[in-house]
């Protein structure tokens, strides 16, 4: 069943990353980390069918997305980018495997955070965020979803990773098995991997190899 929705608010959270609010639908449930497909509500764009996160919590009165927009693009998120409050998404049923399963790490790439916004949102409103780890890539500082936040959440421990800058406070690079090694000491947790799919399918292969219960690793199938 699909959903004819309009933007409540839109708020800037980077130089390319818009927050979208909706009116939720009576009897609207979803699980955080859940995504749904979406459409725009506009000729040529309303099966589109790509797939965004919920970052609201299932409790508040609206919905929201978290959504990257790529301008240079000629597909939705470029049409998303130039959307107003009182235009309408159309949002379809929840789906996803990327759920709370217990204490550990998350693991993100970009937009591949939005899957953990409402998680680690759930786990601050339960006072239940110590002993949690989010290690966050991303090309610049400026692209960094979301880093207040992160940054205000009490007890989880916050490691950004920048490929294309070398700053002070920062990890450089990519996040590989070393990288891997030296963050997170302990593999006898949970670990949250989303992002491009290479970089899932390699950080998933590292986190093996350093001694990650296959079982353990949350990520989208």
Known sequence: MSHTLAIASIEEITHNVRQLTFEKPEGFEFTPGQAAEVGI??????DAGNPFTFTALPEWDELQFTIKV?????GLT????KM????SFIVGDPWGTIEYK?????????A?????IAILRMLKERGELSGHRLIFANKREADIILRDEFDAMPGLEVVYVLSEEKKNGFEHGRIDKPMLERL????DQQFYVCGPDDMVESINDA???IGADPDGLVFEE
Do not use: C, M
Not at 84 to 87: F, I, L, P, Q, T
Not at 184 to 187: E, H, K, M, P, V
């Open 70 to 74: 790529y301008p240079s693009h000629d």
């Open 112 to 116: 591949g955070v939005t899957p953990f």
């Open 41 to 46: 509500d506009k000729d040529g764009w309303r």
């Open 102 to 110: 217990g204490k550990g790490t998350f693991i993100a790439g970009g």
């Open 207 to 209: 986190l093996r190899q």
């Open 78 to 81: 470029e049409q998303i980018g």
């Open 84 to 87: 107003k409050v009182g235009d």
């Open 184 to 187: 997170i000491g302990n593999t």
